[in-house]
């Protein structure tokens, strides 16, 4: 497999995160005191994916991931609208119902979700060059878990407080956000060694 071959199935691998947070995130699952989207098992691939790319090839390829993702997550969006809006067919009259509240998401929610993943996943890609700049090559672990602990912050701050904050709600967002990012810092210390790896198999010939 050459270099743009394996780009390519890395880009499949961060789009399939994305759709897959995006169809399948809507379901809470609850772990202990613990209640949390299960989407944010594979967002945080998504950072390791930038991570990755822009060690390699620098934050303009990783940039290119991030603008192909917000296309798909456009695109997706707009057909999922369309989806709703057609009339059901007779026999499928008795679904219907359950398929709109599956994936009748608002358009509040939506938005929040377009704007939370472009300005969290460019952030994340900043910051991962800008401490290599000052770091050089080493210390890899620490610029990706760096870089993704803010990003990770500031996508979890941005979604909740554009998609649920209502006057006076502040303290209750807050309440939200803790969880989320220090679980997806967890997830993000976890997938360290992946990013390794990656980085590894990306540049072998």
């Known amino acids: 497999m050459d270099k743009t071959q394996k780009l390519d199935l890395l880009l499949a691998t961060y789009i399939a995160c994305l759709v897959s947070a995006e169809l399948l995130g809507t379901k809470i699952f609850q772990f202990g005191f613990l209640k949390a989207s299960v989407g944010i098992f594979v967002l945080p691939i998504t950072f390791t994916i930038n991570d990755i790319v822009t060690e390699v090839y620098g934050k303009p390829r990783a940039r290119s991931f991030i603008k192909s993702g917000l296309v798909i997550l456009i695109g997706l969006a707009i057909?999922?609208?369309l989806a709703l809006i057609l009339p059901p067919a007779q026999r499928f009259l008795s679904s219907n119902n359950a398929y709109n509240l599956i994936f009748g998401?608002?358009?509040r929610i939506t938005l929040a979700s377009l704007t939370?993943?472009?300005l969290a996943e460019r952030l994340d890609v900043y910051l991962f060059a800008k401490i290599r700049e000052k770091l050089g090559?080493?210390?890899l672990?620490?610029?990706n878990n760096l870089s993704n602990f803010v990003g990770q912050l500031f996508d979890t701050s941005i979604f909740?407080?554009?998609a649920f904050y209502t006057p006076g709600s502040f303290n209750f967002i807050l309440s939200l956000i803790w969880p989320y990012w220090l679980l997806k810092c967890f997830m993000s210390?976890?997938?360290t060694p992946l990013t390794y790896l990656g980085v590894r198999w990306l540049e072998k010939n």
Do not use: T
């Open 160 to 162: 909740m407080f554009l």
């Open 116 to 118: 939370a993943f472009f």
């Open 79 to 81: 057909y999922n609208a």
């Open 141 to 143: 672990w620490l610029r």
């Open 105 to 107: 998401k608002s358009l």
């Open 137 to 139: 090559a080493k210390k």
């Open 189 to 191: 210390v976890i997938e």
